[in-house]
């Protein structure tokens, strides 16, 4: 008889031995330029945009670790240009001038956790985003040759801090006419040497280009493996999906490694290592979202393949939903609607806040919703709602029936009520056991080893006085009848 099952998919074609090569080939140059791709997105998003190194610095003044070790360059900025030793020892008196050296060493640590209060004001805080977005885009501008005031042989790009060193020195009681002579230079941390602009507009003009480029490359190389792979599509869609997760993986672990190489070399003492970790960790904290961005989106194009795979699970999965994607696209394109909704509700990471990696996710989904269409309406042409449908309420009644049997298989086996009290037969004492029952079934049914074990319970009941003579006599005259024969 033949099986209404549909007959299995035909093995997939084996490809020929360039064109296999040249699948590989594009594999592995794919995953080469996904990992260039997230750190020349990374780059031009957050070295090259100010307003993200702005973000990213109030992230920084956030951190502890960060705060501590400002406050304490702002404040060796106060004590060395304002002489506090002098001011001190003016203010007292004569007998008191040779404290004002130990005093202006305790002051220190006052001002340190004043700084430290400070730096958590909104106001602070402010002026520390503005001094870094300044620097920022005057780093763009040289970084872009658009700098009239900033040549190659011109100044250095600095991080101006004056105005934060005039703002301690005033919250720790210095008069304003000392603060007012706080030099320009104070304060201020240099971010690009005109030694380094060169090589900086070098790198720059490579990351604008290289920033779109190479992931449209990337996706290009990937497309093109698939294509090329006929017969295999779906096994090349499976392992295009595992080398953006590779990538993705590949520079998570690769930011570990150069971190701990960064840290040890910018962090000459113990002192400073918890402040160089976290730096390298927030500036670096866009790189991490964009790498796992690129291996949530690897993960799709696996599943899809084992989705659409020869697996049992999987051929029942589809058989299931064949139905609704075949006769409701409505439904099918529907559910995953709500799943990219909610998906992009929750934004685990930045890229789903974002229109591009957003609209690029609901490209794929449509993609893989009409490929799954096509696939099992080849599959499952007789898959229609009338039938799942009918399946469905087979199903549901015969589990109603095999539920019904249990049942009553269970009523069945429950042994009969020991007799009552008053009919003849003595009541147990308290706490004493009832005696046991013949069972009621079939005289035959009652084994040998079956009655052996009866005739025992009844003589250790007789010994304890819960049967009398007379109830004992009964029982095994009913027990041998039940074993003779009705």
Not at 134 to 162: M, N, P, Q, W
Not at 171 to 180: D, N
Not at 385 to 408: K, T
Request: hydrophobic share 50%; glycine share 8%; net charge positive.
């Amino acid at each position: 008889m033949a099986s209404d099952a549909p007959a299995a998919p035909p093995p997939p074609r084996t490809l020929s031995r360039g064109r296999r090569y040249a699948v590989r080939g594009l594999l592995t140059l794919a995953t080469i330029v996904a990992v260039l791709s997230i750190v020349a997105v990374w780059a031009n998003r957050q070295l090259l945009n100010a307003d993200n190194w702005a973000t990213t610095s109030t992230a920084l003044l956030d951190d502890p670790a960060v705060r501590s070790a400002v406050s304490g360059y702002l404040v060796d900025q106060v004590y060395a240009n304002v002489d506090v030793g002098s001011e001190l020892s003016s203010a007292l008196p004569p007998r008191l001038k040779p404290l004002a050296g130990p005093a202006a060493g305790g002051l220190r640590n006052v001002a340190q956790d004043v700084t430290q209060t400070a730096l958590g004001r909104p106001l602070v805080q402010q002026a520390w985003k503005r001094a870094n977005k300044l620097a920022a885009e005057r780093f763009i501008a040289i970084a872009e040759g658009k700098s009239t005031a900033v040549t190659i042989a011109g100044e250095t790009v600095y991080l101006d801090l004056r105005a934060l060193v005039v703002e301690i020195g005033q919250r720790l009681g210095l008069p304003g006419t000392l603060t007012a002579k706080i030099p320009a230079g104070a304060g201020r941390v240099p971010v690009v040497t005109s030694r380094t602009a060169s090589a900086v507009q070098d790198v720059t003009a490579a990351l604008r280009g290289l920033a779109l480029v190479l992931p449209l490359a990337g996706v290009a190389l990937l497309a093109a493996a698939v294509g090329i792979a006929r017969g295999r599509r779906r096994e090349t869609l499976r392992a295009a999906g595992w080398c953006l997760v590779f990538a993705g993986v590949l520079v998570l672990v690769a930011r570990t490694v150069v971190g701990q190489r960064v840290v040890e070399s910018v962090a000459r003492t113990d002192a400073v290592k918890p402040a160089a970790e976290a730096t390298w960790s927030i500036g670096t904290s866009m790189l991490h979202d964009i790498a796992w961005a690129v291996i949530i989106t690897g993960i799709p194009l696996v599943l899809a393949a084992w989705v659409a795979g020869p697996m049992r699970w999987a051929r029942a999965l589809r058989r299931a939903a064949a139905p609704w994607l075949v006769e409701r696209p409505d439904v099918a394109y529907g559910v995953a609607g709500v799943v990219l909704l909610l998906l992009i509700a929750w934004g685990p990471l930045p890229a789903l806040r974002m229109v591009i990696p957003v609209l690029l996710l609901i490209a794929l989904a449509a993609l893989g919703v009409a490929a799954l269409r096509r696939q099992v309406a080849v599959e499952f042409p007789e898959a229609t709602l009338l039938g799942a449908h009918a399946s469905w309420e087979a199903r549901v009644a015969h589990a109603r029936a095999s539920l019904r049997e249990r049942v009553g298989r269970r009523h069945e086996q429950q042994p009969p009520a020991p007799p009552a009290a008053g009919n003849g037969a003595q009541a147990p004492a308290d706490g004493a056991a009832p005696p046991p029952a013949i069972p009621a079934r079939a005289p035959a049914a009652i084994d040998p080893a079956e009655r052996v074990a009866l005739l025992e319970r009844l003589a250790a009941l007789h010994e304890r006085g819960v049967l009398s003579d007379d109830e004992l006599a009964a029982q095994k005259a009913s027990l041998t009848h039940a074993s003779d024969g009705a």
